[in-house]
């Protein structure tokens, strides 16, 4: 019975809940972005609403990456970069494997594999040619390098099919976006259109205005409050003030009730240092949350509001879930599908999302500081963890004082 209950507790770790797991992800090719860098990006979406950062030296690469709670062992990685820039993401797919009921368990455990043995995309394709689990996954993993490379890979449990970002074939403007269906799929089973197309509304208008950047993903791509279907956009007529209950429907957003961290990738040059590559994590609900950097040079002092404390919560996730409480403040009914508008963004500018944005402009000023000098010079790991304890103290200092947390 012991055996039994172990095993079910470890397949919940890797296991993708059908529409709740409804990521939607993105990468970008160096050439089309204002700094000649490949961007990635996941907006994850997950019931497991706890997730923390863990720095792993357990393959031939070291690597951080974005893993839920109480996995403690850290079995499964849903996104993730490692020491030679090799950086990996996916979003579920539900037409890959159409009519097939097998259980897919494997997403994250490949992502985990390709951590520890990938430096490029071309590793990461001999390795799912020899992968012995193909039948446990279906999912669209997106991946970038240091060479420049970024592609998605459609992987189901019979083939897999890529999609390069640097073919103008098959991405003219330099990006590919994916939510829960692959093109290589049964397209009467997609799934996360809505999703899909408003994340095309987004890319299109970074395109048009050269605006792919790693600020944009963060702040216009995780947080976009505009839905496709019903040409919403809530960040016009906003309410007057916090004090109100201004509730909104909110179904088939990006960053939704279920988005539990925004995970971006900033690449580096062909020329540069993979030690550079630069990952932007948003722990917890996107709106009520702030993007930090880190680098897997720093080694296994991350942030200590990134990584798991006592409780075996990320403090910045707990804080972010705290905040999130008061967006969706109805517990019955369904609560997930409205959001309390008012206490995001409201004329007198005293919204959650509209008091942490200073926060978080000053930590990517810092940053962009340090990565300007570190691309000149190198990068250095005992300047890595000072950054950091500036930042821990930031977060902790501004979360207590502005929202007593």
Known sequence: MKRIFITIISLLFLIDCPFINACTTAIVSGKFTKDGRPLLIKVRDTDELQNKLLFFNDGKYEYIGLVDSRDSLGTSVWAGSNSMGFSIMNSLSYN??????????????????????????????EMVKAYPGLKELEANFGVIDAQGGAAYYEIGKNKFTKFDANDPMIAPFGYLIRSNFSYSGDRKEDIGLIRYQTAEDVFKEAYSTNNFSFQFLIKNFARCLKQSLTKTNLLENIPASSEELVFVNYQDFIPNYYSTAAFVVQGVKENESPSLTTIWTVLGFPLCSVAIPTWVKGGKELPSVLQAD????????????????????????YSTRYINLASILNKNKDGIMQKLMPLEDSIINDAEQELKRWRIKGIEVSEIRKFYERVDMQIISFFKNTFNL
């Open 96 to 125: 890959l494997n159409a009519g097939d009921t097998t259980l897919v368990t494997g997403n994250g455990v490949l992502m985990k594999r390709a951590l520890q043995t990938c430096a490029t995309l071309e590793d990461f394709e």
């Open 310 to 333: 006592s409780s075996g919560n990320a403090p910045l996730c707990s804080m972010a879930l705290k905040l999130k409480e008061k967006v969706f403040p109805l517990i019955k009914g």
